[in-house]
């Protein structure tokens, strides 16, 4: 008991000290500015669903003044040396044609494990829409420019890993066509959860088993892909059971309308599409597709993936490229601080010893599970707000615990103790995760709260019931304001 009583005191002292900046910040909003409003468009007409071959050779000219795959691979080796300390660079693999997929990761502590969440854009999916990959390379370097003297840019480098891939399909960019080298739509090539068209692991594009290879290391919250032919911010599912176009919601569709709003809504123009309302669109309502990449990342990954329609027009002139930039800017920024800015994140522990368990959320009446990371125990639960949640944590070999909560804009921290399951003798449970949980850091931990001095650890405890009374003091004096931090 007293051991319980001193790790949520713990607890609730650590999660008040730490991370804030996790303070709430209210979305930017995109009002335009007076210089958008003059600039006309040439309307050209859209090919969003096939390549038209007859076309490639004027698609040529449209190219001028867009990176060609060299000066991308520059561009992204610039940008981690001049900003060393906030990113690093790495590859995830090769396209069919032997080009690197270059991932540039934006963080304070880029390549170490923290108890954040972690997002990923990918740009160029379809070699023939290049707009993506030139705006994610205008965010890395505004964010870079502006880490420090942005609050924006300093909440996501702070307290977000974001990874960015400008362009997932190297070969199709400089084919200039939608497929890739070996001719097929990435887009088409993932695991279906109707259809077995993509089982077969070998016949699995290199691009695409970059792909799953890179969610197989990286734990990701949420991710967006840039396409371009359109304007609107497309959420799951993407494929219908019965092959009609239908609206066909996910258990999230609540959690993906919010996010899918977060975008067209900081978007320059995109929220007053006439064609989709609120310039949102459910994937199937649209036009189903089968091996998607969106369907697939929240199925298996985890992850809740956005596809992004940044511009009608596939190819603008390159000279359009800074203002297309300044009109996604606010949304690719908002997207990812919402990681931060809201839903429930909190870490799961041991009421034993303190140690995080690598445990599960689930929301009733959601039936969709997000994992805890495996070092920290750190979970991150997108939600829509304005909503009142029944959040359950499990772990195997412990009870269960749940608690309601009433999410409103802001974020929450939700922490969970749980209580290790006692069988009939009244012996505890062996647990499974027992010897593969991070044992330095576990430990550590435990050697600093029962460490060899028990004057100090009493001293300790006393240091913690004086700022405990402090903290709740200051809650009572700011709660209407405060992040919101529940223990249960
Ligand atoms: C935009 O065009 C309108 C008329 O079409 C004109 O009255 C206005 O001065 C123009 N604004 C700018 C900034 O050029
Ligand atoms: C391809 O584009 C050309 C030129 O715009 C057009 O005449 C032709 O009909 C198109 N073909 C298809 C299959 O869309
Ligand atoms: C990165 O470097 C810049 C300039 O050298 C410095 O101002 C900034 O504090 C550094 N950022 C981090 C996260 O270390
Ligand atoms: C958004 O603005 C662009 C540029 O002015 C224009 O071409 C496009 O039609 C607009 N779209 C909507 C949905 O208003
Ligand atoms: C929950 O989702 C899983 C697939 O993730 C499915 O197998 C199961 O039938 C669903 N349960 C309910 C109650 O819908
Ligand atoms: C929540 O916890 C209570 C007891 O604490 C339990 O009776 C109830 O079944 C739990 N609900 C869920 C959804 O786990
Ligand atoms: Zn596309």
Redesign the pocket.
Known sequence: MTNNLFFSLFLLLASTLSSPSLARVPFHTNAPSEDFKNISYATRARHLLEDNESQAQKIVDFARGYMTNDDLETAVKEFGQRCSNISRIYSIGKSVNGVPLWVIEISDKPGEEEAEPAFKYIGNVHGDEPVGRELLLFLANWLCDNHLKDPLATLIVENVHLHILPSMNPDGFSLRRRRNANNIDLNRNFPDQFFPVNDDEDSRQPETRAIMNWLRDIRFTASATLHGGALVANYPWDGTEDKKTNYYGSPDDDTFRFMASIYSHSHYNMSSSKEFPGGITNGAAWYPIYGGMQDWNYIHAGCFELTLEVSDDKWPNAAELPVIWRYNKMSLLNLVASLVKTGVHGRIYSSGDGRPLPGFI?V?GINYTVRAGTVFADYHRILAPGDKY?V?ATMPGYK????TIWLDDGPMTLDFVLDPEVSVKGSVLQNVYDCNCNSKCRQEFVQFLWGAHLELYFGFILILGLLCILFQRRVKAKSSRAKRTVVV
């Open positions: 689930t009733s029944r359950v269960s615990k749940n608690t």
